[in-house]
Nanobody
């Protein structure tokens, strides 16, 4: 059973960089043919896929967020991370990490973590 757990600050100030980490257990992030995604849901809105890092290390980004997102991984710790720069209150959301079966279906999700952008 694959398990994912998000961690990171729950409050970020406007213009700063939001940083989250997803720890994965029960499976390796280098196993073919999976990618490891970040998804968010803002209050009153639907799910928004932000990007992913694939099993071999290649990156995929949502075009609307590409200029502000960076996704990396630490294979020694079996975890991957999200950085979202220049945040505004509109980036307030519950952030989820998930395993993606290529090309594009999610089968395991973390519980999500609320990040609020506020001064």
């Amino acid at each position: 059973q694959v398990q994912l757990q998000e961690s990171g600050p729950g409050l970020v100030k406007p213009s700063q960089t939001l940083s989250l980490t997803c720890a994965v257990s029960g499976g390796s992030i280098t196993t073919s043919y999976y990618a490891w995604s970040w998804i968010r849901q803002s209050p009153g809105k639907g799910l928004e896929w932000m990007g992913a890092i694939a099993y071999e290390g290649s990156n995929y980004h949502s075009p609307s967020l590409k200029s502000r997102t960076s996704i990396s991984r630490d294979t020694s710790k079996n975890q991957f991370s999200l950085q979202l720069s220049s945040v505004t209150p509109e980036d307030t959301a519950v952030y989820y990490c998930a395993r993606m079966v290529l090309p594009a279906s999610m089968d395991y999700w973390g519980k999500g973590t609320l990040v609020t952008v506020s001064s």
